[in-house]
């Protein structure tokens, strides 16, 4: 079955520090691979998406099908970048998207 | 366009009441996404739908819910016989087309069952 995993429910990270969010999936075929963010009393909203390639907010997310990672960085954190993210997948036969548990990320000044 | 809108934002419901959660997509949009998000955890995809159509509804539980996405109108969510378990967030989405396409969020209808 189709799966996202989200191992860290918090991060907690200092500012200026690298942050680094995992997000390992399972699906056999071709995914598309998201990562949205919910920032305090807003509404989730699409951060990233694998088939853009682009940097949002100065974070980058890679697609390693070899180890079914779709990780999410950014090389220094912000105290703004604090969220919950969620890893989501999709494929297009079934057209759902499957989210992960999330991860919670705090920024410490 | 106003985006997604979902209401009531707040719902309070006795056990065994129904309740109904609307949801409002973007304009243009003829996909609808329902998830449930329960303290702690993530969202759970519940239901797709298509005007008129469900797509998949894998994620539904086999009683007392129900979905539908009329041709007029909003999508409802509908929970019959509410028990305290059903108490969550429930988010909706919209989106032009399939999977590999964004989806927009509204900003979720929190149930609690008194």
């Known amino acids: 079955a189709q799966r996202v995993t989200q191992p860290e429910k918090l991060l907690s990270v200092f500012k200026g520090a690298p942050v680094e969010l995992k997000c390992n999936y399972s699906?056999?075929?071709?995914?598309?691979l998201f990562w949205y963010v919910q920032y305090s009393r807003q509404r989730l909203q699409l951060l990233l998406r694998?088939?853009s390639r682009e940097s949002i907010k100065g974070f980058t997310a890679d697609l390693n099908k070899g180890e079914t990672s779709f990780h999410l960085k950014k090389p220094f954190a912000q105290e703004e970048d604090s969220a919950m993210y969620y890893c989501a997948l999709s494929y297009s036969s079934a057209s759902k998207i499957i989210f992960g548990s999330g991860t919670r990320l705090s920024i410490r000044p | 366009n106003a985006g997604v809108m979902q209401n009531p934002r707040h719902l309070v419901r006795r056990r065994g009441q129904e309740a109904r959660l609307r949801c409002s997509p973007m304009k243009g949009h003829s996909h609808v996404y329902w998830y449930r998000q329960l303290p702690e955890e993530g969202l759970k995809f519940m239901v797709y739908l298509q005007k008129e159509n469900i797509i998949d509804e894998s994620g539904m539980p086999k009683e007392r819910f129900s979905a539908e996405f009329p041709k007029e109108g909003p999508s409802i969510l509908r929970i019959q016989q509410v028990v305290r378990g059903d108490s969550a967030a429930y988010f909706c989405a919209s989106s032009v087309g399939q999977g590999d396409t964004e989806a927009f969020f509204g900003q979720g209808t929190r149930l609690t069952v008194v």
């Open positions: 699906y056999s075929g071709s995914p598309e």
């Open positions: 694998h088939i």
